[in-house]
């Protein structure tokens, strides 16, 4: 690999990077090595996904995938992809859309995916809301929100992903009787997403009805967990992670 086509292949990505509104942290790391950027320049767009461009557009997320799927999985902020590879390997009959801004994120994913030869992943290889909002709504049944940007100071909080815009588009895409997971070790932006969810039901419309009944539901994790490699390191330091789940009404 040329070191040209290292970077023919982020400069690619990077031109798909067009978002709307600002992503905060960081949208790259170390160079690639030339075998991730490799795949990142010839494999990514054959998994990646075309936001429609016309107004009112909607997007069928189920037609992203060649073979029917029982059910249409998203899940925002992959990271390294560990969590999502699980899921589409114990679940092949399931299509998981993973979205993720971060570049050596998506070369370790699609290195994956490219390795194990899976076919039930496509990527959205950018900050996940101008995707949300172009979903079909009722178009999902799942999405898993794992160990989000905690952006721990108070003059920071704004930027966390969860906000009365998210939930409407979250829930939006939702089905009704579709779940939302939401995992995080920092306490306040657990506190910080029950009392969004609680203001966002109280403004009328369909719901997130957290199905908790007894502290042991968000201490335990999910069942299947694998868990991530943000949580281990949380883990590491000490830090208990809480397991949230709601279902749209
Ligand atoms: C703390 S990391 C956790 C990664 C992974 N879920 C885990 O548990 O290991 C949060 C991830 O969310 C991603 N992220 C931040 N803003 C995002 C957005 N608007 N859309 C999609 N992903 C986003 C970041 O790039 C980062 O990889």
């Known amino acids: 690999m040329t070191e040209d086509r290292t970077q023919g292949a982020t400069s690619q990505l990077d031109r798909r990077q067009v978002s709307r509104r600002h992503v ?40 992203l995938f060649v073979s029917a799927k029982r059910e249409i999985w998203l899940e925002i902020g992959f990271g390294g992809g560990e969590h999502l590879i ?18 050596n994120g998506i070369a370790k994913l699609v290195a994956e995916i490219d390795g194990l030869g899976l076919k039930n992943i496509r990527v959205h290889p950018d900050d996940a809301r101008p995707l949300l909002e172009k979903l079909r709504p009722a178009s999902l049944d799942r999405i898993f929100i794992l160990y989000p940007d905690p ?8 930027r966390r992903f969860i906000n009365q815009e998210t939930l409407a588009t979250l829930t939006a895409a939702l089905k009704p009787g579709g779940e939302l997971r939401f995992a995080s ?28 009944t007894c502290p042991a539901d968000w201490r335990t994790p999910y069942a299947g967990w694998c868990g991530t490699r943000y949580e281990q390191k949380a883990l590491r330091e000490g830090r208990t992670p809480a397991y949230l789940t709601f279902h749209r009404e």
């Open 185 to 212: 070790d920092i306490p306040d932006y657990v506190a910080w997403t029950l009392a969004h969810i609680r203001q966002f039901n109280a403004a009328g419309g369909p719901r997130l009805v957290w199905a908790a």
């Open 24 to 63: 905060y942290g960081r949208r790259r790391g170390k160079p690639l090595r030339a075998h991730q950027a490799g795949l990142v320049e010839d494999f990514l767009p054959e998994i990646s996904i075309d936001l429609p461009e016309g107004e009112g557009e909607r997007l069928n997320p189920a037609s």
């Open 86 to 103: 699980d899921q589409a390997r114990t679940h092949p009959d399931i299509g998981i859309i993973g979205c993720e801004p971060f570049l």
């Open 151 to 158: 952006w721990p100071k108070a003059r920071h909080n704004k």
